[in-house]
């Protein structure tokens, strides 16, 4: 043991998160009991990370990721806290401990963080048949569904006691899918081809609220896609002479920003068609895209005074974004106030942003049903440096 953490630079890391995260006991919603989660790197809080291969650690799990909140790396792809964070705080909930699916203790009655950095909604194999290749991970939707059942094994053990607790529990399910399209650009597929693929996506959405639906889940938010024409990766790799492709307001992609909200209108459709099929459930849609889209077009107001569309780290270049040098990786820079920028990085926002979209979908207005505020008790935390521990 005291060989391998010598041998292993990243296990002292490790370590640190693993210890258990100090938590103020306090108020606890009415409504939820626990609180589950589904998705990719806008919600892993440290699946990625675990499940790295030793020496080959991914760039969040470096500093300056985790700057602000935890003081170090944590895995997660911020400066600090993510939505799911300050979803768990407004329900006076632990963070959820991610589960990257290695049964290590049944202790998990508060919840779970099933998201993984570079997760897809669709399989990894049936995207290839498509053309886009997912180098980064081959987990999927599906995996992450498949490990919550094995927890939930460990949590219940009759269907109808698993269906009472359940019943109790919110599930967050997503942002999912953002990855499969990233990827497909990025890779340079024809875009008639990436529009052909989300509905196959939404579906794949839909078949993971059916099965949560049948194990016992009654309140599942479904948030949808990001304004993707407003990350500094796509503003660099799409980067175009024409004014007319950007937003005038925000300075955003226009068409890439209207490529996200058609796969957020035909979700919209899904959740329809699923709270009629399921009309005991409560199945709500949020709207991160009009959350964000608010404070891309207006950021002063939100106190977005260093840039709504420069990432915070990177490698330089007009949105701070370098490819060869990535956030992470020694070399890059960081902006001194993240709390002032919209983008922590190429493709995720900072603390700052993400704790606006999280009140947004939870207190309103961008949650469709409204989400139930008498369920909200804690109050989200001021940002700066803190301990977990
Ligand atoms: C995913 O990748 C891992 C490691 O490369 C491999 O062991 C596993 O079989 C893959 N799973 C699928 C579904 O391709
Ligand atoms: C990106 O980073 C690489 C590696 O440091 C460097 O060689 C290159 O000039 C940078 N590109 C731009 C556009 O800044
Ligand atoms: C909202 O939650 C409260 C507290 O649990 C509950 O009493 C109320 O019925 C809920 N309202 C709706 C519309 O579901």
Redesign the pocket.
Known sequence: MAAAAAASSALPVLLLFLLPLSFAAGARSPCFTSFFSFGDSITDTGNQMLLAPEGNLPHCCFPPYGETYFGRPSGRCSDGRLIVDFIAEHLGLPLLTPFPGKLHSNDFPLGANFAEGGATALDFHFLAEKGIYNTHTNLSLQVEIDRFKELLATICSSPSECKDYLSKSLILLGEIGGIDYNRAFFEDVASDKIIAIVPYVVAEIGKSVKQLVELGAVTILIPGNLPIGCWPGYLTKFWSPNKEDYDPLSGCLVWYNNFAQHHNKLLQHQIVRLQKLYPHTNLIYGDYFGSATRFHRHPQKFGFTGSAVVACCG???PYNY????ICGNP?SKACAEPSTYVNWDDHHFTEAAYRIVAKDVLEGPFSTPRFNASCLVGRTTDSGRHSSY
Do not use: I, Q, T
Request: aromatic share 0%.
């Open positions: 490698g330089g270049g370098n490819e060869s040098l070399g």
